[in-house]
């Protein structure tokens, strides 16, 4: 067997916010081309743990590491360049401006180039979204703001997709669509890393999962393990 470097690595990853402990001694391996989910209740450290890879957050004690290199000191911007971009919480558009200027947004690391070949990928994903360009994305509905949000996403051309939650506040049918957009853009090639409650849908198109429970990681495992798992059927599943 050959030794694979992840593209994502966290090494016993602590962090706090002022004196309180959220993550605990984190460790998470994420491998080219894999989908991975980050599952887990409110409040257990799920947002906390994207910002830390982009380095809003950083570890008081620990490594993160990217293509095996200790990015814990790197700012925020140096990660992106390396390939990592966040759909966040909540989507965060640019209410004000049009989503033709957010869209324009996402590859604000490639200025000058032509991207008229991001623009249509983001609308072969999204017809939607062509017919809005001129729209301000606040006036925008939820899915259609995910969809901007996603679009934005995929201008940085991301090796490593982050995604905070992409199925809060939508319609079942919206979340279904959402993830098997989701499902492929991993199958071209993007290494997606998404954090979702919604634990079924989630597993169903993942490779493998991780759960925490109070910034720790309680379980790790694969898809089929982990929908197959007692204790993750009981907290996560909707079991009782
Ligand atoms: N900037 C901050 N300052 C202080 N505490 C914070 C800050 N951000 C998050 N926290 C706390 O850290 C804990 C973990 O928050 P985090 O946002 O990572 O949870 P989450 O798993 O994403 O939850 P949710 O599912 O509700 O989005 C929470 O108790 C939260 O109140
Ligand atoms: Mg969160």
Redesign the pocket.
Known sequence: MTSRTPVLSFKGVNTH??A?H?LKDVDIDIYAGEMVSLL??????????L?TILGYVKPTSGQVLLDGEDVSDWPTAERVGRGVTMVP?NRRLFKRMTVKENLEIGAYLRPGEDLSSDYDRVFELFPRVKERLAQKAGTLSGGEQQMVAMGRALMARPKVLLM??PSMGLAPVLVAQNFEIIERINKAGTTVFV?E?NANMALSIADRGYV?QT?KIVLDDTAEGLLANPQMRQAYLGEV
Not at 41 to 47: E, H, L
């Open positions: 916010y002022g309180v959220i887990g209740g409110n409040a257990s450290g799920k947002t906390t743990t910002k919480e905070d939650e954090v409650q925490l910034g």
